[in-house]
């Protein structure tokens, strides 16, 4: 059940994420990798500056932060 709720945070962040940087959403299977990886960062910078967001609303604001900055990283790498 846990992989499941992380699957389903990781496509709502990384659809936020989208939407937030280009203005519209990438496909399902682009914000649900984006989403993931995006909640590793966002976590990780987050914990290194001693930021603790619990619950379902914590977990999904550090997601779509990190999905923010993936999705910017790699337009500007697109560049």
């Known amino acids: 059940m846990t992989y499941i709720l992380f699957i389903i945070i990781g496509i709502i962040a990384g659809w936020l994420g989208s939407i937030i940087v280009k ?3 990438q496909g ?3 914000n649900m990798i ?3 990886i995006g909640a590793f960062i966002g976590g ?7 930021i603790n967001m619990p619950g379902f609303l914590g977990v999904l604001v550090a997601s779509t932060l990190g999905a923010i900055l993936l ?3 790699i337009g500007f790498i697109k560049r």
């Open 23 to 25: 203005g519209k959403g």
């Open 28 to 30: 399902l299977l682009f």
């Open 34 to 36: 984006v989403g993931i």
């Open 44 to 50: 990780s910078i987050l914990d290194l500056l001693n």
């Open 71 to 73: 999705i910017w990283l």
